[in-house]
Nanobody, 128 residues
């Protein structure tokens, strides 16, 4: 499975970006895709997740500002980020895992990187 993110960049506070993740090589019908971010000196944290049933999960700090979606025809997950703030500056990673990831996220209220087996190389988002 290969994941390749794109869409990062530098924006001013209040601006928007849309991240994309090209996914290839996953042959199972069930899945859970997620976006994580990691700022320098901080742990990787979950941002949003979406599974094949359309269930979503968002971190409290992005609710109402970010939206996760997926183009099923092209197998591309997206993360639409609005009202960006300097605290959103980080490397953003696309992740892919089994459908069992979403029940785990919902049960524990935590989007753990351990739930996801495959990762992209990351795309930098800088907000000033």
């Amino acid at each position: 499975v290969q994941l390749v993110e794109s869409g990062g960049g530098s924006v001013q506070a209040g601006g928007s970006l849309r991240l994309s993740c090209a996914v290839s090589g996953y042959t199972y019908s069930g899945y859970c895709t997620g976006w994580f971010r990691q700022a320098p000196g901080k742990e990787r944290e979950g941002v949003a997740a979406l599974d094949g049933d359309g269930d979503t999960s968002y971190a409290d700090f992005v609710t109402g500002r970010f939206a996760i979606s997926k183009d099923n025809s092209e197998n591309i997950p997206y993360l639409q980020m609005n009202s960006l703030q300097p605290d959103d500056t980080a490397m953003y990673y696309c992740a892919w895992g089994p459908s069992s990831a979403m029940p785990a996220i919902q049960a524990r209220g935590i989007m753990s990187p351990a739930y996801f087996a495959f990762w992209g190389q990351g795309t930098q988002v800088t907000v000033s």
